[in-house]
């Protein structure tokens, strides 16, 4: 692979700056943060800065500015819209920032770095008998600076809101490598325009996160099921149930369909169905409250009245944690064990959970009509409303009709989306996947301010360029 030359001056400096283990130019490390995770694309770098620390890496922010140098800010790669794989920049990797600096237990708050893992602010929160709640599959890898500048959701956001939510105060490097130190562990703190929300969601385009302050909760004991459910319908009227019933105790509310559940355990021998049913969907709800035996009982009343009302044909509730995670496991699986079709298209989409039993007959039946032999996979959390909507071919097809028409029917699930006052991006983010779409989508007025906020914050368009809003 060949990568741009340096700035030889720039390069020297750099190198003065960031010491041995800060300035990578090596092929291994440069191929290792150009890769991104499901290897779709290739890109590529001419230097990798590891800073270990605010100053270091405000200070090679500063030099970049002084050289014109793009840099892409990259936490855990596991980013899913080509936002934090670098196509020529210079990468900062936070990957050596990775201390947890504060955990004040009387206020529920805690400050990290943001190249720490998210499971790291998970058990430094634990340590000190509290909750940090945000949850999603690449949480060993996914980093603090990562999840923040996603806006990331995950399988607790139905009570505990996205990133953004459990955001309390930023440390952040701006474009010019100056430090706004904006950390605290405030809830009310109105002095006008709230800047952290600025740099939440923003995918590195405006500034360098390089640590947090984050809300704890008090810890919760959970309680599981696994119900068996005949439409989508159903599966919606049961959300309202149970939350009629259990209220803002329901944590989590995954949806996934009896066909994602064949292809895993196809694959994989040691997984199998907790309670097989020839139904079409299957629901995977948690509860949380302080004690287990409560939330259980809310649970236990609910799926009383769940099948009382024809929504839910059948249930298990997880007897213990073992085999709770094993529910989970499935549903976490799903997203590997695409791998055993030939073509799977994969989405991102949310519309209000009001809508999803339309959008999802009115799509699979314009996708099917299009490109007969299709198989639809939509699974996700549909508390929020946000599906993971795929049209997968089977690997065996004889005359395989999805390969060279990804573009056809990423068109027709998101003008579905759209056309169910939904998001075609609902917690990954936009990168350089989404943002020509997206720029086509939201109003002129929203895209002059958002590139008003970039040119004020990075008048020279340096910070992740092409990402999220193009400048052009
Ligand atoms: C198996 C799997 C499951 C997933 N499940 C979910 C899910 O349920 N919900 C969900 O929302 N996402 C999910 N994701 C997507 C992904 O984990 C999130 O987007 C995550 O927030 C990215 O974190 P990261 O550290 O890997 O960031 P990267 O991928 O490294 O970067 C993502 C973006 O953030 C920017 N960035 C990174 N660090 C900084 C920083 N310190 N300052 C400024 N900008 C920065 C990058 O430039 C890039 O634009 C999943 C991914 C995988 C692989």
């Known amino acids: ?70 840099v892409t800010p990259q936490g855990g790669n596991t ?5 934090g794989t670098p196509h020529g920049e210079v990468t900062l990797s936070m990957g050596r920032m990775t201390e947890v600096r504060a955990v004040d237990a009387i206020n529920n708050s805690l400050t990290i770095e943001a190249g720490a893992p998210l499971v790291r602010a998970q058990e430094a929160a634990d340590q000190h008998n509290r909750l940090f709640p945000l949850s999603l599959g690449s949480e060993g890898t996914a980093t603090i600076g990562g999840l923040i500048s996603t806006n990331a959701g995950g399988v607790a956001v139905l009570r505990y809101g996205m990133m953004r939510d459990l955001l309390l105060g930023l440390e952040v490097v701006l474009a010019n490598g100056e430090i706004w130190d904006g950390l605290s562990g405030l809830r009310k703190n109105n002095t006008g325009y709230d800047l952290k929300h600025v740099f939440a969601g923003a995918e590195g385009t405006l500034g ?47 949806m996934i369909p009896a066909n994602a559940i064949e292809m895993i355990c196809a694959e994989n021998l040691a997984i199998r169905d907790p309670n097989p049913s020839p139904l079409a969907w299957r629901v995977l709800c948690e509860i949380s409250m302080a004690r287990e035996d409560h939330a259980r009982e809310v649970l236990e009343t609910a799926l009383a009245a769940a099948f009382e009302h024809g929504l839910a044909s059948d249930a298990v509730i997880a007897e ?13 699986t799903i997203p590997l064990s695409k791998r055993a079709y030939g073509t799977a298209v994969n989405h991102d989409v949310s519309v209000p959970v009001s809508h999803i039993p339309d959008f999802l007959a009115q799509t699979e039946t314009e996708i099917c009509n299009a490109f007969p032999g299709s198989e639809i996979i939509a699974f996700g959390h549909v508390g929020d409303g946000n599906l993971h909507y795929s049209a997968c071919e089977p690997k065996s097809a004889t005359m395989p009709v999805l390969a060279n028409h990804e573009r056809a029917i990423t068109d027709i699930v998101h003008r579905q989306a759209m056309s169910h006052d939904g998001s075609i991006s609902a917690e990954h983010g936009v990168g350089r996947l989404k943002r020509d779409e997206l720029a086509s989508l939201r109003s002129p007025a929203a895209t002059q301010a958002m590139k008003a906020i970039k040119r004020a914050l990075d008048p020279q368009g340096l910070m992740n360029p092409n990402r999220v809003v193009s400048m052009d």
């Not at 943060?33 to 800073?51: E, N």
């Not at 959970?222 to 005949?230: D, M, P, R």
Request: hydrophobic share 40%.
């Open 1 to 70: 692979m060949t990568y741009p030359d340096l700035h030889p001056e720039f390069r020297d400096r750099a190198e003065k700056l960031l010491g041995p283990k800060g300035f990578r130019t090596d092929d291994e490390t440069r191929d290792a943060v150009s890769a991104p995770w499901r290897g779709t694309y290739q890109g590529h770098t001419p230097l990798v800065a590891r800073p270990n620390s605010t100053e270091m890496c405000a200070a090679f922010v500063r030099l970049c500015a002084e050289y014109g140098v793009a």
């Open 79 to 83: 980013g899913l819209v080509d936002a």
């Open 208 to 254: 360098i996160i390089t640590a947090a302050t984050l809300k704890l909760f008090p810890k919760v004991a959970k309680s599981t099921a696994w119900i068996s459910c005949e439409t989508a319908q159903h599966v919606v009227d049961l959300l309202a149930l149970v939350r009629d019933h259990a209220g803002d105790t329901v944590t989590s509310f995954e």
């Open 320 to 332: 213990n944690l073992t085999q709770a995670r094993s529910f989970w496991t499935i549903r976490e």
